[in-house]
């Protein structure tokens, strides 16, 4: 896959000078009559054409980009749509936006105006480098991973998964379930997993969180159960089910750190009540380095912050 996947034919040729460079690109920003802004691991670049001058897409660009991003079948993410974003294959999460319907459950956007492509980058290997942290006894324990938005917490989170699958020579692989309630964690195109997340893994694409735990508690007996997001109470209430079921839990939530999370209602019961035993927080540094400081439930530092790296 290369950047050319995400515009039709003929709004190609200013992206192709970016085919080169597909592993730095992190987001890429659409806001109709304004120039395309993308964010690369070195900084913002704009889009631009074959004199130099800045790309912008007009009202009628940014429904040929929406339409080609849907493969021409826009009910088919209908139900995301509400929500405010696609998810496409491999990961990719589309948020988009502009005037909005209101319908049950979410909104509808009528006219799209704005579009924020995010990136999904595999890295295998960055769950090995903090793997010693991440076991009491052999077992997995508990964990949150905590960051700010597009700081690698649902790149993390999915290698954890792998590396919890397919075990090492000193750690066994266990079974693992994954709720990959919006597509991200696996990639899955029809349920099929196109990212990388283990060969004991087994993933439940698009299902809400608590339903997703009964299912996999009661039929795929895993031993670690992995979600991402944990953004509201019914959330927060799967991730209590699946501890006091008998599974470890690794989950994500959006925050600068434990203090962040405290303050968050959904978070607060479960972070009071000494569910996880681990805190992973990273960070996106100012030289776009991404970093990684570990706690235990106690409050207790493990691992001081260091770069998140590849093994």
């Known amino acids: 896959m290369t950047v050319l996947y995400f515009f039709p034919e003929e709004l190609r040729t200013p992206w192709y000078m970016w085919e080169q460079r597909w592993n730095e690109i992190q987001e890429i920003r659409l806001r109709v009559n304004c120039p395309v802004s993308i964010r690369t691991i070195s900084g913002e670049r704009f889009l631009l054409n074959k004199e130099g001058e800045r790309v912008s897409y007009s009202d009628r660009e940014m429904e040929l980009i929406f ?4 493969h021409d079948s826009i009910y088919a993410y209908e139900e995301e749509r509400k929500q405010g974003y696609m998810t496409l294959t491999g990961g990719h999460r589309v948020g988009i936006t502009g005037e909005v319907i209101r ?3 979410g909104y509808i956007v009528k006219y799209i105006r704005y579009m924020n492509i995010r990136i999904a980058h595999e890295v295998v290997g960055i769950g090995e480098s903090i793997r010693e942290y991440m076991y009491d006894g052999g077992m997995p324990c508990n964990s949150l991973i905590i960051s700010p938005p597009a700081a690698g917490k649902t790149t993390l989170l999915r290698d954890m998964v792998r590396m919890y699958a397919d075990g090492n020579g000193q750690y066994r692989g266990i079974n693992v379930g994954v709720i990959d309630e919006r ?8 349920g099929s997993a196109s990212l990388h997340c283990g060969i004991r893994t087994d993933i439940i694409t698009g299902g809400n969180k608590r339903g997703g735990v009964e299912i996999l508690v009661r039929t795929f007996a895993p031993e670690i159960i992995a979600m991402d997001e944990i953004g509201s109470s019914g959330d927060a209430a799967a991730v209590l089910y ?8 690794l989950a994500t939530a959006h925050g600068l750190g434990v203090e962040d999370a ?5 978070l607060r019961a479960l972070i009071s009540q000494c569910l996880f035993k681990r805190y992973i927080v990273l960070r996106r540094e100012a030289d ?10 106690e409050g207790r530092e493990l691992c001081g912050r260091r770069q998140l790296q590849q093994r």
């Open 103 to 105: 319908v049950e459950q």
């Open 67 to 70: 339409r080609h991003l849907c």
């Open 242 to 249: 699946a501890g006091v079921s008998g599974c470890a839990v």
């Open 288 to 297: 776009g380095e991404r970093t990684v400081q570990i706690w235990d439930g």
């Open 183 to 190: 597509g991200e964690i696996a990639g899955a195109c029809r």
């Open 262 to 266: 405290v303050e968050k209602e959904e």
